[in-house]
């Protein structure tokens, strides 16, 4: 563990998990933080809890802005352990001179993303402080959802279970590069920042059995897939040619030479689903317009145990490790 916090120790990879791990774990250590899921089950498994704060630059950007991603970002990660989000409670920090009309903006759109997921905000906070003190705004969400499915746990991945994504992926990533840098696209590529509590509620209402879900937001498909392998000691293999991927991702990835399982998404989230239900699963999910392209990208091996490995369509294959360093900063 460095001296000092890096930018690096904020991208959801190897240095963001040794500083969870080495400060806060050590600290808190609970066996329901231990779980280390998306939201904690709490009250006897009836609810999901979590938190997050987002820091975006740009604040507005294709396909969302900062206030969408509050409220997807926490409500998504309640749908995630198989939970329909209930109340939010939202804090903001504004720096001094952010304009009103911009504050408007975002709250509507805070406001549009709750009645997606039939949820409302009970409780908040407001602090305003000097300028330069802050980057304009930052906003905190906190969510309690209720337990629909219960069992959901990234523990409990095994041979039985195949590994499916609900859409192309790194979409938001690169739309927050683009726009950071003024990059003209001249093309749709938007964020995938989106609501999951629909297309989750859609899976569990049609019986299928679920092991696991979760949302690739920071270090992307990359981080998902280390942390259930390590968690259920298990070995991923990834088919590098079913990962699916829009051309503007793909230019963008080959032109800067990013690996786009380590974007980040708001609007992806990995399944792990029973091998007999997943033909069900992935039509269940192409009834989603945002989700027709799902697919199955792997399965789960004990090749070698806590490694995920990416199997190209030359016959090679390499680890797919857990990112490190700082690919994009404040992309949440």
């Known amino acids: 563990m460095t001296k000092t916090i890096t930018l690096a120790h904020g991208n959801g990879g190897a240095e963001n998990n040794e500083l969870i791990k080495e ?5 808190f250590k609970n066996e329901i933080l231990e779980k280390s899921e998306d939201a904690a089950i709490i009250q006897n498994g009836e609810l999901a809890f979590s938190t997050d704060s987002f820091t975006v630059s740009p604040l507005f950007f294709s396909g969302a802005d900062i206030g969408k991603l509050a409220i997807c970002g926490t409500c998504n990660d309640l749908a995630m352990m198989g939970a329909k989000p209930k109340y939010l409670t939202c804090s ?8 009103v009309e911009q504050l408007q903006r975002i709250v509507a759109s805070m406001k549009k993303e709750l009645e997606v997921n039939d949820a409302i ?6 602090k305003v402080v000097p300028k330069g003190a802050v980057d304009k705004i930052f906003i905190n969400t906190t969510g309690i959802g209720e337990i629909l499915y219960k069992g959901i746990s990234s523990n409990n991945i095994s041979e039985d279970d195949l ?8 979409a938001h990533g690169a739309t927050i590069f683009a726009a950071r840098e003024g990059m003209d696209m001249n093309s ?13 509620k859609a899976l569990i209402d049609s019986g299928i059995k679920i092991t696991a879900l979760r949302d690739a937001t920071r270090g992307g498909v990359s981080a998902v ?3 259930w392998a390590k968690q259920s000691n298990i070995c991923i293999e990834v088919d590098e040619e079913k990962i699916p991927l829009c051309d503007e991702v793909r230019g963008i ?3 800067l030479g990013f690996e786009a399982t380590n974007l980040a998404n708001e609007g992806t989230f990995v399944l792990a689903i029973p091998k007999d239900d997943v033909v069900k699963a992935i039509e269940v999910l192409h009834g989603f317009p945002e989700a027709s392209n799902a697919c199955i990208i792997g399965k789960v091996t004990q090749q070698y145990n806590k490694k995920v490995i990416l199997n190209s369509s030359w016959g090679t294959k390499r680890f797919l490790d857990t990112p ?3 690919l994009l900063p404040r992309i949440c």
Not at 92 to 99: P, R
């Open 253 to 255: 990835c080959e032109m």
């Open 92 to 99: 903001v920090i504004i720096e001094e001179g952010f304009e």
């Open 23 to 27: 400060v806060f774990y050590e600290a």
């Open 225 to 227: 897939l280390n942390e």
């Open 324 to 326: 490190t360093g700082e």
């Open 121 to 126: 905000v009970v409780s908040g906070d407001t």
């Open 163 to 170: 590994i499916l994504v609900n859409r192309d992926i790194g």
């Open 188 to 200: 749709n590529l938007k964020s995938d920042c989106n609501s999951l509590y629909p297309q989750v």
